[in-house]
């Protein structure tokens, strides 16, 4: 993930705003997550955090060991939070990749059930509109030729179809006034 990626630096205020953390934290964190949103090395944290720092939106605190190195923990500061939220709710960018979405997603707390459900919404538009393009190309612009072309067709519209089955019944649910806690499971 290049560190010049500005929905990675705003994950990471996003991060932040829930805890100080230090670099390898965040690393730790990400490394759980490494499939939906992808594991950036240290080369892509420590610029990152230093890019939010120059700009006055984390401040650090160097923790002090006598034993073991000292440690550099962030923390988010009002002028971070401020531009947090202004980015976590815009729209995501049309033809936004999933991995933005899902940094979005892990950040739902900063929404409203309303904005959360606008979010949502946008998602299945853009999905709708990659599923119509993908069986707009398979048909006209390049009909699969050979096995690979035909697997990856069917890959990209099962994805398509579950996640907009998904976002379908999440939804639902949220217009439903359920409970964020009765949600959690949900598809499990």
């Known amino acids: 993930m290049p560190t010049g990626n500005s929905n990675f630096r705003h994950f990471i205020l996003g991060l932040l705003s829930r805890q100080p953390m230090s670099g390898y934290d965040i690393k730790q964190y990400l490394e759980c997550l490494g499939w939906l949103v992808g594991n950036p090395s240290f080369g892509a944290i420590y610029p990152a955090l230093h890019a939010l720092l120059e700009d006055g ?36 960018l049309s033809g936004a990749s999933s991995r933005a979405f899902v ?9 409203s059930q309303e904005g959360l459900v606008a979010h949502l919404q946008q998602r299945y538009q853009q999905v709708v ?27 990209g519209m099962t994805v398509a179809s579950t996640e907009l089955a998904w976002l379908e019944d999440l939804i639902a649910a949220l217009e439903t006034q359920y409970a964020p806690k009765e949600l959690v499971g949900k598809g499990n």
């Open 57 to 92: 939106l984390v401040t650090l605190e160097i923790v002090a060991y006598e034993t073991k190195p000292p440690r550099k923990i962030y923390s988010i500061t009002a002028a971070g939070e401020r531009v947090l939220d202004e980015w976590i709710h815009q729209p995501l």
């Open 103 to 111: 940094m979005r997603l892990l950040l739902a707390s900063h929404l």
């Open 129 to 155: 509109e990659q599923q119509t393009a993908l069986k707009r190309a398979n048909g006209e612009t390049c009909p699969p030729t050979d096995i690979g072309q035909r697997l990856a067709y069917d890959y």
